[in-house]
């Protein structure tokens, strides 16, 4: 009997989040926001003003400002952060923290923040090295007699040959790429290339010649390299602030015992000096007057902000004036409350009024009822489920009624219930044994206020 076996896609099955059906903002060419785009229902000043603020850091002219979204809990506070980031794409970095995410034993709370900070700002390097870049035609190392006297003989150096489809070259290289060739595993035919500065060696893959139809390997082939051997290549790197602060940070120590076991002996997260950062802050700024860098202010978002205390409010001021700073969005879902920190101190949102007069302040507003049904009916339609039109009438009920939250998280029970009863679609009963099984925080609270057998 032949066997015959599918072979499945390589494309990686995402679960579905909470935000999964978010694609950007939703705007149009001139800003103005539609009623429903890219994911979104609804919030369109909102929308149209995260829009605003998404050219100002498109143009890096918002660095060292922030913006509060303020608006009650289920209103798209995260949902817009998560959009202006994928407006500003995978180039911006783009951090999200949460505010009780900084109180930690091992580091101070200023430190965590200033290390979320440095994530947010990259760094464009653009680097012009000279490469030898071709195919191998030649591989053979010269020996000579060992120096040092005694028996065997040693590399001198190695002759290779490369080529491209501009001609070939014959090199000879230095003992030390050899062994680096060696390490690559590189043999006549890959294809390479050779960095002259450092003698770094890459090995890209097999050329592309040697390729044919019943080769069971499973090797990668690629073309041979165009041009000249010898070229120069311009290689943009991107990194952040805080990846060269740890890079710099840790000991580099010899290869002595005494140095090793004193790496060992150090705690995992080493606290970055205020001086070490202000020594990469001059190094930075040299490379962007030289023109070899460029600086990509990013995204710094911290939910429930009113989680911060005094001390991170007044140390956000200051970081805010640094002149190497990140975009700051802050989100909170509360009106007035006590600032963490303080006894007495009651703030709008959480935040102390310093703070609070310095942000830009973006409203959520809660959906209307025919917004609500929208948002069920694209959350239904992302998690592949179908619901009868009653079923979607009675869902966004509660969505307003109690809350949309309550209303998302009844969709998928209620699919299983459907199922089992041997229905393809969700149906009015499956919603009312759903709302029977699984109670709201309204009616918890009811329950709480009146039953005795809780623990007051």
């Known amino acids: 009997m032949v066997q015959i076996s599918e072979v499945k896609g390589n494309s990686r099955e ?73 407006e500003l794409g995978t180039k911006v970095p783009f951090c999200p923290i949460v505010g009780s995410e900084i109180y930690s034993t091992e580091v101070k709370k200023t430190e965590a923040l200033m290390e979320n900070f440095r994530r947010a700002i990259g760094l464009r390097v653009r680097e ?25 003989r040693t590399i001198s150096h190695l002759l290779i040959g490369l080529k491209s489809y501009r001609g070939t070259k014959k090199l000879r ?84 015992i005494m140095s090793m076991m004193g790496q060992l002996m150090k705690p995992k997260k080493t606290e970055i000096t205020d001086k070490l950062r202000q020594e990469i802050n001059k190094v930075v700024n040299r490379y962007i007057d030289q023109g070899v860098a460029e600086l990509v202010p990013g995204v710094l978002f911290i939910d429930e902000v009113h989680m911060l205390d005094i001390e991170c409010f007044t140390y956000l001021n200051r970081a805010l004036e640094s002149t190497i700073s990140p975009i700051v969005i802050l989100a909170s879902n509360r009106g007035k ?42 959350r239904a339609r992302t998690e592949n489920l179908s619901l009868s039109e009653a079923a979607l009438e009675k869902i966004s009920e509660h969505g307003v009624r109690i809350s949309l939250r309550y209303a998302l ?28 099984l699984f109670i709201d925080a309204r009616r918890s609270a009811n329950i709480v206020s009146h039953a005795d057998t809780f623990i007051s």
């Open 409 to 436: 998280q009844l969709l998928t029970p209620a699919s299983i219930l459907s199922r089992v009863n041997g229905r393809k679609e969700i149906d009015v009963s499956d919603v009312a044994e759903c709302e029977d």
């Open 14 to 86: 995402n679960r579905t989040a909470a935000h999964t059906h978010i694609k950007g903002l939703g705007l149009r060419s001139d800003g103005t926001a539609e009623k429903s785009a890219a994911g979104f229902i609804g919030q369109t000043a909102a929308r149209e003003a995260c829009g605003v603020v998404v050219d100002l850091i498109r143009a890096k002219k918002m660095a060292g400002r922030a913006v509060l979204l303020a608006g009650g809990p289920g209103t798209g506070k995260t949902a817009l952060a998560l959009a202006v980031s994928q």
């Open 173 to 256: 290289l230095d003992p030390s790429i050899y062994e680096a060739i060696q390490k690559e595993r590189v043999t006549v035919g890959d294809v390479i290339y050779i960095e002259a500065n450092t003698g770094a060696v890459k090995r890209v893959g097999r050329s592309d010649a040697y390729a044919t139809e019943f080769d069971l390997e499973a090797e990668e082939y690629v073309p041979i390299p165009k041009g000249d051997v010898h070229k120069k290549k311009e290689i943009v790197q991107d990194v952040t602030l805080h990846d060269l602060d740890v890079a710099n940070a840790r000991p580099q120590g010899g290869q002595d």
């Open 128 to 152: 012009t090295k000279e490469v030898y870049e071709g195919e191998v035609t030649e591989l053979t190392p010269e020996e000579s007699e060992n120096p040092l006297g005694g028996y065997g």
């Open 337 to 378: 409350c006590t600032i963490r920190g303080t006894e007495d101190i009651v703030a709008a949102h959480g935040v102390p009024p310093d703070l609070l007069a310095r942000l830009l302040i973006i409203p959520t507003n809660a959906y209307d009822p025919e917004e609500v049904k929208m948002i069920i009916r694209l």
